[in-house]
């Protein structure tokens, strides 16, 4: 049935289907209040007007005076919505009476009042009050509203036809220029679908790379990172968090790191490779020297203790799904952060599961911490020496 219709009278449709509910049942909620409030108006302004008048013909009454209970009647019936006014003695005879010819037409409500003078029933009071004035005033917020009503719901169908038309052209010229046929579709969606399920079925086809990196998560936690917001004021923190950042770049550059975001107080990136080998353990170590050396550096420049604990996590991760990739990511977070809280500061701890202390020696110096978990000495002479020239190299960069 879908196909049947374009977007550019579906989506009008909708709308003012979606208005003509809303209208209805507003509608009946506001008529039916609208019926309320005048039927309490009107009972409010009969008891109001009978008690008025109660008090008004009360002495009179008690001294016969018909003239004044006659004034007090007429004036009571100047208001257009009161028919007519009487007043009876005990005996239910008519002792006054005004009464006027309606020129609409009447809906009339009796109010009826004793009239008690001393604990003594001295007569009653009659009212007479047409009630469709006030129903009319209520019904004109109702007919009001139904005008606003229309208008809303007129405009808003005008804008959803224009807006659907323009959009229907759109999609129609898109549709024209992928492959394959549609003519004689006349819903815009259901073409464009259709034309592009070959395109989507040949990339699902595709087999996704089955490649694994061997990634290696370097994490650097400022122990003293509280501390040191509590001495230093926001400038000036801001401006030290700065130079670490760009320090931690500039050394990326050089080792072919990546930055990844890391938790308050953390700094994190990763170095990965196609295969695991010592060779790219070797690389991060020195990634991480290099930045450690260059931060005792801006430590010194700057005269701000800086307690870091550094730790290197490794794991096989899969290329895809690209949410596994991230999943093995934030797994290696957790074992750095478990890690950091064992380590002391200044300490750099690698984590291997691959490699033995003995197999490691050829790349560095460590000692055993804890099963599967090392930390580095140094290195040999030779590699000091490049790490060295590497460092002031950094160092004449940041600083």
Known sequence: MHRQYSMANKLPALVLSACLILGLFSWIVLYSHAASVSKETLQEKGEL???????????????????????????VTEDPSIISASVEDVDGQLVAQSKKSPLEEVVAKNFSRNIVFQDTLAGKVLLTINSRPIEKRFNQVVRNWLL???????????????????LSRRIRLLTKRLPGGSDNIVDEIVALETRLQP???????????????????????????QRLESQLNRQNMTLLLEKIDYCTLRTLELYGGKRIEGSNGCINFYIRSTQLSKQHLLVCMMAIYSLQQLLEKL????????????TLCSENLPAAPLFQYHEGLDKLKGQ????????????IGIQSREYDIEQLSSIARFLPFSEDCFVLQGFPEGRQLLLEKQIQHLASICF
Do not use: M
């Open 299 to 310: 430590s010194e420049q700057t005269g701000i203790d800086l307690e870091i604990v550094w």
């Open 336 to 347: 750095a952060a478990v890690l950091a809280e064992q380590l002391e500061d200044g300490a």
């Open 49 to 75: 007007t009978i008690s008025q008048l109660v008090e008004l013909v009360r002495a009179p009454l008690f001294n016969n005076d018909t003239i004044s209970i006659q004034v007090a009647l007429q004036k």
């Open 148 to 166: 606003l009503w229309v208008l809303f719901s007129g405009a808003c169908t005008y804008a959803t036809f224009k807006f659907a038309e323009q």
């Open 199 to 225: 395109l989507l079925a040949k990339g699902n086809d595709e087999e996704l790379p089955e490649t694994h990196y061997y990634c290696s998560l370097v994490t650097a936690t400022i122990k003293n990172r």
